[in-house]
Every structure is written in C-alpha cells, then in structure tokens.
C-alpha cells in the first residue's frame, strides 16, 4: 500500500519521516518529493507500505502528529511509477507554458475531465481569454466548489463547471464542439475506458486535441491501450528533457 505524507518540515529527510514509522511498521520505502529544478522539498513524501493492513494503522495512527513542529497528513494513495510524482509537481509549477507548448491557444473551447481542483483549468481559463470557454467536469462537488473559488479571486468568467456522474461515461456536451480534451492524472480511475474515449472523441473537433497524463498507468501502456480501441492516433509526447518518468503527456488527434 502507497501512502502519502503531507505538510513536512522544509529540512525533513527521508530517514525522519522512517523514524515515525517505525513503531507502527518498518516502511518498504520512503521517498520525499523534491523540485526537479531545485532539488528543495515540495513539503511531502511517498511511503510504500507491506500489506493494506499496516497502511490502514499507519493511517490511523500517524495521521496528525507532530513531526519537528509540523502537524503531519497520512492517506492513502493510489500506486505511482517511477518519476510520476516528481513529473507531476514540474506539470503543476509550469501549467501553462505546457498548455501553450501542445496547443491551447486564445479563443479555444476547453474540457478538463476530471478537473480536481483546478491545476489546470485555471491557466487554461487565462490563456483561451474571454473569447474563449473551458469546461472544468469532476465527480466530487467538493471540488467543482474549490474551482469556483479560485476562478471567483482570479476574476475569470470563462469557466462552466460540470458535475458528473463517475458511474456514466457520458458526457453533457454536443458534439464536435471542444478543441482541446486534457485527461491529467485520472485516466486510472475509469472503468469504462472505451465508452469514455468514444464519448471524448464525439466532443472533440476533427482537428482537436485529445491531452492525456497517463499517471498510475505509464506511457508505453496507455498507448497501447488507446491503440486497441482505435479512435485516436499519437501526434506527439511531451516530457521533460533530461528527465525520465514513466509517463509523460501524450498528445492524440483522431483518426
């Protein structure tokens, strides 16, 4: 079981966080996120646990206490490949030159499926401007909620939130009538991938783009699987040079 390990100290170590975890249960490894450009903390770890049993009682006792003066944040993550999470903080600090480098341009209509709270539907808002739209769609209201937050202080009026059903796979929207789909970090919770990706490939103009982070499920793999249902064709990749990472932006147009 993967857990991750929240608001540590700047100066925290590896070795501090394994100590906490001791008197629970030996960690079979810990890995604090750093920078790519820095090497400096981003405030967190990944522990991988033995069994979902001592994860669940890492969880129980660990979550809220004091470590250096810092009150912790112990939950459960789903299983990360290497150089994801590293990959992904970099994706989170340098959204919108990402956005700008595939194709998100002024006057673009935009789906974010499964939104989360905004990493990239706020940039994506200030880069297709006022004539242009995005579609922030999450499952979770909780989250929506958090985008309407951040799209009220940023004074952006170019966002329509979408709450969904995470038991459909269909999506409110006409068809041929988004420019560019982003799928960041959440292709791994779809069960049903094929009604997914035919519903993203009606929404999506002839020449869109259809952006996926496959994280949690690798590059190599994911093109794979969007070879077998064969809607959608690689037009490009985007990593980060000098940078491995099991997954990197994959970048289809359709077929």
């Not at 001791?22 to 079979?28: F, H, L």
Request: aromatic residues 6%.
């Amino acid at each position: 079981m993967q857990l991750r390990v929240g608001n540590l100290p700047d100066d925290a170590t590896e070795a501090d966080v394994e100590k906490i975890f001791t008197g629970v249960c030996p960690p079979q490894l810990v890995t604090i996120i750093r920078d790519i450009e820095t090497g400096k903390s981003r405030g967190f770890a990944i522990v991988k646990m033995p069994s979902e049993e001592k994860g669940e009682e890492a969880i129980r006792q660990l979550d809220g206490t004091i470590l250096q003066g810092r009150e912790i944040v112990v939950r459960s993550m789903p299983e990360t490949l290497p150089g994801e999470m590293e990959f992904r903080e970099w994706l989170t600090k340098h959204a919108s030159e990402v956005l700008i480098n595939f194709g998100v341009s002024g006057g673009q209509t935009v789906l974010d499926y499964g939104c989360g709270e905004g990493t990239f539907t706020i940039p994506s808002s200030r880069i297709v401007g006022k004539r242009g739209k995005v579609y922030a769609l999450e499952a979770r209201p909780d989250r929506l909620e958090c985008v309407r937050e951040k799209a009220k202080e940023a004074a952006l009026d170019n966002i329509a939130t979408v709450l969904s059903d995470s038991s459909k796979s269909s999506i409110e929207l006409p068809d041929k009538c988004i420019d560019i789909i982003l799928v960041y970090d959440m292709m791994h919770e779809v069960e049903d991938r094929r009604g997914l990706l035919q519903e993203l490939y009606r929404v999506l103009k002839g020449e869109g783009i259809l952006s996926v982070f496959p994280m949690h499920m690798g590059t190599e793999h994911f093109i794979d699987v969007i070879k077998e249902y064969g809607l959608f064709g690689l037009r490009n990749r985007y990593g980060l040079p000098g940078f491995k990472t099991a997954s990197e932006i994959l970048n289809f147009k359709k077929c």
